[in-house]
């Protein structure tokens, strides 16, 4: 039998059609390459940028974090802002670690006054961390604690603090540490208005007695980058030990006029040198650590 014959326009409209079948095909190869190297959803771009995590510090929660939290997302990045137990630094940095340990990928690692010294312990051994990020914050060395760097950098705490008893299960307890409301103004947050330290001072959560008088075991910041940002106007902590503890680490600094809580009054600066520290693993020569000066 003859076959029957095929139109000149269905043969173009067949040709067009395997035409677009190969484009769909090649498309659909050149997307989906990048896709299952980075697991199967998400992009290579997307897939560079580290995980920041945010953590706080004494007589403060993870809300303090909120402006640098919502200039982080709108620039594309994953944040997660972990509650600091308080309790001791041992404890608090075991936590802290654990939570790294849930993130895939790299990790850009900021902390907060208290929340740098747990930090300082969390990361280390973990080679997801690629830099850490102090905020005012305490930076102690092996054998070092937030008291004994007080007691060589004097600061405004000694007279605003009040020590309240606790009990905990078990029949444990302890002393925690509160910021007086009439002095926390002055010397944890003089830069906001009144009406918010008000507030802060009756939410502020304490921290144990044992957060700072604890000595640190390691001190990541010997081997992994860091970048600091000293408060000038800090009472919380001394700006000369914010000072001394970032030239000893060699970190890349910045300094501004800011009272401790610098995330909260100065989130622009704070997110900046946040940037500087999640940018800067795409430049190796950027991404070298300074040479570190020892005391």
Request: net charge positive; glycine share 8%; with cysteine.
């Amino acid at each position: 039998m003859a076959a029957f014959p095929v139109p000149a326009s269905w043969r173009r409209i067949r040709r067009s059609h395997l035409i677009a079948a190969g484009c769909a095909v090649a498309l659909c190869s050149t997307v989906a390459a990048p896709a299952t190297a980075y697991g199967g959803t998400t992009t290579a771009t997307t897939a560079t940028k580290p995980t920041i995590v945010l953590v706080h510090g004494a007589f403060a929660d993870a809300s303090s974090w909120n402006g640098v939290i919502e200039r982080l997302q709108r620039r594309g990045y994953t944040v997660i802002a972990p509650a600091n137990p308080l309790r001791g630094l041992y404890s608090d940095s075991t936590y802290i670690a654990s939570v790294l340990d849930s993130i895939k990928g790299p990790i850009v690692l900021v902390g907060h006054s208290y929340g740098g010294a747990v930090n300082s312990s969390a990361a280390a051994g973990n080679p997801r961390v690629k830099s850490l990020v102090y905020v005012s914050a305490l930076m102690p060395d092996v054998g070092e604690s937030g008291m004994s760097l007080a007691a060589r950098f004097p600061n405004g705490l000694g007279t605003a603090m009040k020590s309240v008893p606790y009990r905990a299960g078990g029949g444990a307890s302890g002393t925690d540490l509160y910021l007086k409301p009439d002095k926390l103004h002055q010397v944890f947050a003089a830069d906001l208005p009144e009406s918010t330290t008000k507030l802060m001072a009756v939410t502020q959560r304490p921290a144990a007695t044992t957060a700072l008088s604890q000595t640190a075991k390691v001190a990541a910041w010997k081997h992994i980058p860091s970048w600091f940002l000293v408060a000038k106007q800090d009472k919380t902590i001394n700006p000369n030990q914010e000072r001394f503890e970032a030239k000893r680490a060699g970190s890349h600094t910045v300094e501004i006029d800011s009272s401790h809580v610098a995330m909260i009054a100065h989130p622009e600066a704070v997110t900046d040198l946040i940037l500087q520290a999640a940018t800067a693993a795409a430049s190796t020569r950027a991404y070298a650590r300074p040479q570190r000066v020892h005391p």
